[in-house]
């Protein structure tokens, strides 16, 4: 077994003008199979010297003589010592113009909690009154470890912080490839790999709100060559942070540095006389077993971790928007109650349209920030709905955008100020030429962007979900709160605002489901789902597109987090026509819903619908909380697509296949099942036939996980015509 995909011999400390150290502290700070080296010289500097699969104490000293002679500070600093290919993740200015920090240890300490272990570095500059304190933690029973700092400014006078990174990590060059994940609405999260060549690789995010919509803020890298599904060494990260993001990548012929942080650009942040600023974790994990292992890794952390209820199964939803849009009114919200209730649903979601008095919300253009009920559209108002629900026997929630305003509304009117804007100029309008952002660096705004989501759950404590909506990008960098000295802080200190109200709902209402949406996929990040429990994959809910966008969502975030519903054909995005199967085949991989009106369905459809539904709630835990097995990729245009879910007792599995490229007489590959036992026998169930009585000819054969495994399944009778699929669930006997 391979030792390390990131090895660092130690630096000859007097060749950079360095003190030699007091004491020298050789630490590793392990996972359950991971462990990260380092080494912190008191009175001198801190390297990262190893990250790789699990190593015992004594090790540490061993690896020095098989490492080359490079160094890599665990938190490089600009102005002093910085060579080629060094990239600083600390820029400070102090009072008096010096450009210059330079950080020594003072301090190391290790402690746990409940959830994990932590190395504490306290470093100090050797002139000026700041206090940096760098931090690791392994997270208890997962192969995740995070990192970040603390600065503190000890002195009288402001110090301006130009670039403060949360990690600087070291990665093993050599045949190196990235894959990370690029897109825009209705089209997000789609993969690119590409080889990493010497110079600077940079991934970062300006929009300001929905900062997961152009590029991912979580990447892998492989060592050894173009990254394979369950074999080789992967490095994989992620930001959590929900703005503005940098993630730079530095490679030269035998050096190769990852620093992530918040985006500096137009970020610089002034930390005044006894002020400390907490950067966000970077988090990353290692693995010997392809990028299979580096998301089933963040899986078991996120679900744990990561989001909220990560540990509780999902409720099947239906979702007002695509049935009816802002056309909502009593009786067409209880007839969609009753509709999900007989098909086996257990929740509805009333979407847009609902609200505005003076302002009636009728399209895009009006009403937000005014979240009183439309008594026109909703005369028995919300109680009126859970009433509603209740009878039906189902949960009721709703959707809400707080962080907005029109221009066109009562909100606008009384405080015009509450909103981002740039002095002396003309406001810039997104959605309906009208939609605003409020301005979250003020604390009365955050004060009236948490009594919405009070005032609505205190008065109606039977909403059991929120959908919370985020339609507009930073379009405006002013506030009329801060001081002139403050404005290149407002994207920072938006998001220490909005943690501050998302922090407040869930300390008061700690079990109401909440859903993350912007724009779709806008927000699908670590740095936003510590207080959701599920993101809105995207607003595209085409089945065909939606298997490469769950496929990219699925290499860090898990299935329990991600919505995916059924929606109509043909579909209202791409106007492509699939059948109904084939859609609730692609949805049973997520978080389960259905995103239309179910009067419109046929008999037949209806049936079906009722017995996918019931197959789901049979397998709901093993794809919401199982380990994620990726067989075959839609982007490798093999002509299928196939992935599985399995139980931590490999004794239950379910494979789903999907025909996502058909040609006559085409060739169709096997699927081997990668994730199975291969000492056990698995009798197969087909969970969806199209007629109840007529199952798949894999119904009720029992194999063996040998032949499963290394022969592998082939499907051709089952993908025989476009969007075909299946779904299937193996019980070990």
């Given at each position: 077994?391979?030792?390390?995909?990131?090895?660092?011999?130690?630096?000859?400390?007097?060749?950079?003008?360095?003190?030699?150290?007091?004491?020298?502290?050789?630490?590793?700070?392990?996972?359950?199979?991971?462990?990260?080296?380092?080494?912190?010289?008191?009175?001198?500097?801190?390297?990262?010297?190893?990250?790789?699969?699990?190593?015992?104490?004594?090790?540490?000293?061993?690896?020095?003589?098989?490492?080359?002679?490079?160094?890599?500070?665990?938190?490089?600093?600009?102005?002093?010592?910085?060579?080629?290919?060094?990239?600083?993740?600390?820029?400070?200015?102090?009072?008096?113009?010096?450009?210059?920090?330079?950080?020594?240890?003072?301090?190391?300490?290790?402690?746990?909690?409940k959830n994990g272990k932590y190395l504490e570095l306290t470093m100090i500059d050797s002139v000026y009154p700041?206090?940096?304190?760098?931090?690791?933690?392994?997270?208890?029973?997962?192969?995740?470890?995070?990192?970040?700092?603390?600065?503190?400014?000890?002195?009288?006078?402001?110090?301006?912080?130009?670039?403060?990174?949360?990690?600087?990590?070291?990665?093993?060059?050599?045949?190196?490839?990235?894959?990370?994940?690029?897109?825009?609405?209705?089209?997000?999260?789609?993969?690119?790999?590409?080889?990493?060549?010497?110079?600077?690789?940079?991934?970062?995010?300006?929009?300001?709100?929905?900062?997961?919509?152009?590029?991912?803020?979580?990447?892998?890298?492989?060592?050894?060559?173009?990254?394979?599904?369950?074999?080789?060494?992967?490095?994989?990260?992620?930001?959590?942070?929900?703005?503005?993001?940098?993630?730079?990548?530095?490679?030269?012929?035998?050096?190769?540095?990852?620093?992530?942080?918040?985006?500096?650009?137009?970020?610089?942040?002034?930390?005044?006389?006894?002020?400390?600023?907490?950067?966000?974790?970077?988090?990353?994990?290692?693995?010997?077993?392809?990028?299979?292992?580096?998301?089933?890794?963040?899986?078991?952390?996120?679900?744990?971790?990561?989001?909220?209820?990560?540990?509780?199964?999902?409720?099947?939803?239906?979702?007002?928007?695509?049935?009816?849009?802002?056309?909502?009114?009593?009786?067409?919200?209880?007839?969609?109650?009753?509709?999900?209730?007989?098909?086996?649903?257990?929740?509805?979601?009333?979407?847009?349209?609902?609200?505005?008095?003076?302002?009636?919300?009728?399209?895009?253009?009006?009403?937000?920030?005014?979240?009183?009920?439309?008594?026109?559209?909703?005369?028995?108002?919300?109680?009126?709905?859970?009433?509603?629900?209740?009878?039906?026997?189902?949960?009721?929630?709703?959707?809400?955008?707080?962080?907005?305003?029109?221009?066109?509304?009562?909100?606008?009117?009384?405080?015009?100020?509450?909103?981002?804007?740039?002095?002396?100029?003309?406001?810039?309008?997104?959605?309906?030429?009208?939609?605003?952002?409020?301005?979250?660096?003020?604390?009365?705004?955050?004060?009236?962007?948490?009594?919405?989501?009070?005032?609505?759950?205190?008065?109606?404590?039977?909403?059991?979900?929120?959908k919370w909506d985020c339609n507009a990008a930073m379009m405006d960098y002013g506030s009329t709160y801060l001081?002139?000295?403050?404005?290149?802080?407002?994207?920072?200190?938006?998001?220490?605002?909005?943690?501050?109200?998302?922090?407040?709902?869930?300390?008061?209402?700690?079990?109401?489901?909440?859903?993350?949406?912007?724009?779709?996929?806008?927000?699908?990040?670590?740095?936003?789902?510590?207080?959701?429990?599920?993101?809105?994959?995207?607003?595209?809910?085409?089945?065909?597109?939606?298997?490469?966008?769950?496929?990219?969502?699925?290499?860090?975030?898990?299935?329990?987090?991600?919505?995916?519903?059924?929606?109509?054909?043909?579909?209202?995005?791409?106007?492509?026509?699939?059948?109904?199967?084939?859609?609730?085949?692609?949805?049973?991989?997520?978080?389960?819903?259905?995103?239309?009106?179910?009067?419109?369905?046929?008999?037949?459809?209806?049936?079906?619908?009722?017995?996918?539904?019931?197959?789901?709630?049979?397998?709901?835990?093993?794809?919401?909380?199982?380990?994620?097995?990726?067989?075959?990729?839609?982007?490798?245009?093999?002509?299928?697509?196939?992935?599985?879910?399995?139980?931590?007792?490999?004794?239950?599995?379910?494979?789903?296949?999907?025909?996502?490229?058909?040609?006559?007489s085409q060739h169709v590959p096997y699927v081997r099942l990668s994730g199975v036992d291969e000492n056990k026998?698995?009798?197969?169930?087909?969970?969806?036939?199209?007629?109840?009585?007529?199952?798949?000819?894999?119904?009720?054969?029992?194999?063996?996980?040998?032949?499963?495994?290394?022969?592998?399944?082939?499907?051709?009778?089952?993908?025989?015509?476009?969007?075909?699929?299946?779904?299937?669930?193996?019980?070990?006997?």
């Amino acid at each position: 077994m391979k030792l390390s995909i990131i090895a660092l011999g130690l630096s000859l400390l007097l060749s950079q003008n360095v003190l030699l150290a007091e004491k020298q502290h050789h630490l590793v700070l392990s996972t359950e199979n991971t462990s990260l080296g380092i080494t912190a010289n008191e009175g001198g500097r801190s390297y990262i010297q190893y990250y790789g699969v699990k190593i015992a104490q004594e090790d540490m000293q061993k690896l020095f003589a098989t490492r080359s002679n490079f160094t890599c500070l665990s938190y490089p600093t600009f102005g002093i010592g910085l060579g080629r290919g060094i990239m600083e993740a600390l820029s400070l200015q102090m009072p008096d113009g010096n450009m210059s920090t330079d950080l020594y240890i003072q301090k190391v300490e290790q402690s746990s909690d409940k959830n994990g272990k932590y190395l504490e570095l306290t470093m100090i500059d050797s002139v000026y009154p700041v206090e940096v304190k760098q931090y690791f933690k392994t997270y208890n029973n997962t192969d995740i470890i995070t990192t970040w700092t603390q600065i503190t400014n000890k002195g009288k006078k402001g110090i301006v912080m130009n670039k403060f990174a949360s990690a600087n990590v070291p990665i093993q060059r050599g045949d190196n490839y990235v894959c990370h994940y690029h897109g825009r609405w209705a089209s997000e999260n789609y993969i690119n790999e590409t080889p990493m060549p010497n110079g600077e690789l940079v991934l970062d995010e300006k929009e300001g709100m929905r900062t997961a919509w152009y590029n991912n803020p979580s990447f892998m890298i492989s060592i050894d060559g173009k990254p394979q599904e369950e074999n080789g060494e992967v490095f994989g990260g992620t930001l959590i942070w929900g703005g503005n993001y940098k993630i730079q990548m530095v490679a030269e012929n035998n050096k190769f540095t990852i620093t992530a942080g918040i985006n500096n650009d137009n970020s610089a942040y002034t930390l005044e006389a006894g002020e400390t600023f907490t950067t966000p974790e970077f988090a990353m994990t290692y693995s010997l077993q392809g990028k299979g292992g580096v998301s089933r890794a963040f899986h078991k952390w996120g679900r744990k971790y990561g989001l909220q209820h990560g540990d509780i199964e999902r409720d099947i939803l239906l979702n007002s928007w695509e049935g009816v849009y802002f056309n909502v009114n009593q009786e067409k919200m209880d007839q969609m109650m009753k509709d999900i209730a007989d098909l086996g649903g257990e929740l509805f979601v009333m979407d847009d349209g609902w609200f505005g008095e003076k302002y009636p919300r009728n399209n895009g253009t009006s009403s937000l920030g005014d979240w009183r009920v439309n008594k026109t559209k909703l005369p028995l108002g919300i109680k009126g709905l859970t009433d509603a629900a209740k009878k039906h026997g189902i949960k009721f929630g709703i959707w809400i955008e707080p962080e907005m305003a029109n221009t066109i509304s009562e909100i606008y009117e009384k405080h015009p100020e509450w909103t981002l804007q740039c002095k002396n100029r003309k406001q810039t309008t997104g959605r309906g030429k009208t939609q605003i952002v409020l301005d979250l660096c003020n604390p009365k705004v955050q004060d009236y962007v948490f009594s919405i989501t009070d005032k609505l759950l205190t008065e109606n404590p039977e909403i059991a979900y929120i959908k919370w909506d985020c339609n507009a990008a930073m379009m405006d960098y002013g506030s009329t709160y801060l001081p002139a000295s403050k404005q290149s802080e407002v994207e920072i200190r938006y998001h220490i605002g909005l943690r501050n109200v998302l922090k407040r709902i869930r300390d008061k209402f700690p079990d109401v489901v909440i859903q993350c949406c912007s724009s779709g996929g806008g927000r699908i990040s670590y740095g936003f789902i510590p207080w959701f429990d599920e993101f809105w994959t995207s607003d595209n809910t085409d089945a065909y597109q939606r298997l490469y966008m769950q496929w990219s969502a699925s290499q860090f975030y898990p299935a329990i987090a991600m919505a995916s519903h059924v929606s109509a054909s043909p579909n209202h995005q791409t106007s492509r026509v699939t059948p109904l199967k084939f859609r609730f085949d692609v949805a049973m991989t997520g978080r389960l819903g259905m995103e239309m009106k179910p009067e419109d369905m046929t008999k037949e459809e209806l049936e079906f619908s009722k017995r996918a539904i019931s197959s789901y709630k049979s397998i709901r835990k093993i794809v919401q909380m199982g380990d994620l097995y990726r067989l075959i990729s839609p982007y490798d245009h093999k002509s299928i697509s196939a992935l599985m879910f399995a139980n931590e007792a490999k004794s239950r599995l379910v494979v789903f296949a999907y025909n996502v490229d058909y040609l006559h007489s085409q060739h169709v590959p096997y699927v081997r099942l990668s994730g199975v036992d291969e000492n056990k026998n698995y009798r197969i169930k087909d969970l969806t036939p199209w007629k109840a009585d007529q199952p798949c000819f894999l119904n009720g054969k029992v194999i063996s996980g040998r032949v499963l495994k290394y022969a592998g399944l082939q499907m051709k009778d089952l993908l025989n015509r476009p969007f075909t699929s299946v779904a299937l669930e193996l019980t070990a006997e």
